[in-house]
Structure formats: structure tokens, C-alpha cells
């Protein structure tokens, strides 16, 4: 399941439609040691993700509320609208990679799909083989920066394979629920993969985190 994303308090140092304290976002710890994902995903790769990349996306997360803040105070509507793209940005950046994080486990570790999570991506997809291959050509084929995702449909009830542009996420500019999330920005496997992406989506697939796919299935059907 995705946990509910770290954050502190923090004052308001100025009078404000919201209540007089602020949310900050915090860099989540990891539930595994940086080389725990080797030989699928080095340690250098996994340091330089969490520890900066997305440090850089909660930091400027903060920075853009914190604007954000100040705009809605002194009611400059064109400054709160100006901030929007980069909570878009920072803050999607910040869900997805926490659901990222919680959807790997080091190799015989995150179980195996199972049960109706199978059963529904065989009904779908015909078998896991074909879905992994389906979403691996679908996810190869993001342009530039994104993510691949399988998220569920709550609407007609049914798994769908999707992908979305830079970090924008899944269920704020889809609908659909985030049940697995695979990263393909370059910072994502440039350092082990080079500019081989196949290469990578095939090896992820070594440290998937089942079990917390086959929970986030379960609690949205």
C-alpha cells in the first residue's frame, strides 16, 4: 500500500486561508539497504535516485507551498496560478517515486503474483508473460522522461496499462489507481543501462515488489 508520504509541521508566519499550520514533505527512508537491489539496480544508481534526485523533488516541493503560501496571503491570483506546474511538477515527483520505492524488494523477496492480482492479469492480458512484455514495449516507447504504470480502472473495474510524461502522476491525471510504477526518466538507469532502456525494464522486473502490488490491488477493487 502507499504510505501516507512523510511530513513535518511548520508555522505560518503570515495570516492564511489555511489553518495556521503547513505540511512539509520529507524524504522517505528506504525499507532496503541502497545495494540490496544488485545485480538489477546498482547502488550508485539507487544512492544518486533517492538521496538527490528525489531530495531535489521534495525540497522544491516545500519551496513551491511555501510561495504558494505567500501568494494565497496576499491574494495575487496570477502568482498562485504561476506555482502550479511546479507542484505539478516537484509534487509528482515526490508520489511517484515514494510508490516507486515501496514497489521493489531485493530478489525472492517481494513474492510472486498471485491469487485474483493473477487471475486478473491473465483475464486480461491472457498471461503474465504477455503483460510483462505489453507493458515493457509500452513503457519503452515514452518519449524523453516518464513513467510506466498498471493501475486499476475503478470505474469499469478492469487493469489498465499506462504511461505518463515527466512526473505527472497516475491517478491526479489519469483516474486510475497506481498499483506499480516503473521509472524510466534516464537517472532512473543511465549509469548501469546507458541509453539501453529494454535492457533495464527487463532486469526491474528481477526485484518487483508483489506483494505490496498484489495489497494496493486488494484494497481498491
Known amino acids: 500500500m502507499l504510505r501516507t508520504l512523510p511530513r513535518t509541521f511548520t508555522s505560518f508566519t503570515k495570516p492564511s486561508a489555511f489553518v495556521g499550520l503547513r505540511y512539509k514533505h520529507s524524504l522517505p527512508s528506504l525499507p532496503y539497504a541502497y545495494n540490496a537491489l544488485e545485480p538489477y539496480i546498482s547502488k550508485e544508481i539507487m544512492e544518486v535516485h533517492h538521496a538527490k534526485h528525489h531530495q531535489t523533488y521534495v525540497n522544491n516541493l516545500n519551496t513551491a507551498e511555501e510561495k504558494l503560501h505567500s501568494a494565497v496571503s496576499d491574494k495575487n491570483i496570477n502568482e498562485e496560478i504561476a506555482i502550479q506546474s511546479a507542484i505539478k511538477f516537484n509534487g509528482g515527483g515526490h508520489i511517484n517515486h515514494t510508490l516507486f520505492w515501496e514497489n521493489l524488494a531485493p530478489k525472492g523477496k517481494g513474492g510472486?503474483?498471485?491469487?485474483?492480482?493473477?487471475?486478473?492479469?491473465?483475464?486480461?492480458?491472457?498471461?503474465?508473460?504477455?503483460?510483462?512484455?505489453?507493458?515493457?514495449?509500452?513503457?519503452?516507447?515514452?518519449?524523453?522522461?516518464?513513467?510506466?504504470?498498471?493501475?486499476?480502472?475503478?470505474?469499469?473495474?478492469?487493469?489498465?496499462?499506462?504511461?505518463t510524461a515527466n512526473q505527472d502522476p497516475l491517478k491526479a491525471t489519469t483516474g486510475l489507481v497506481p498499483l506499480l510504477g516503473v521509472d524510466v526518466w534516464e537517472h532512473a538507469y543511465y549509469l548501469q543501462y546507458k541509453n539501453v532502456r529494454p535492457d533495464y525494464l527487463k532486469a526491474v522486473w528481477e526485484v518487483i515488489n508483489w506483494d505490496t502490488v498484489s495489497e494496493r490491488f486488494s484494497k481498491n477493487r
Do not use: C, H, M
Open 112 to 163: 510472486k503474483p498471485s491469487g485474483e492480482l493473477l487471475k486478473e492479469i491473465e483475464k486480461t492480458w491472457g498471461s503474465l508473460d504477455k503483460f510483462i512484455e505489453k507493458f515493457n514495449a509500452q513503457t519503452a516507447a515514452v518519449q524523453g522522461s516518464g513513467w510506466g504504470w498498471l493501475g486499476y480502472n475503478k470505474e469499469f473495474k478492469r487493469l489498465e496499462i499506462a504511461t
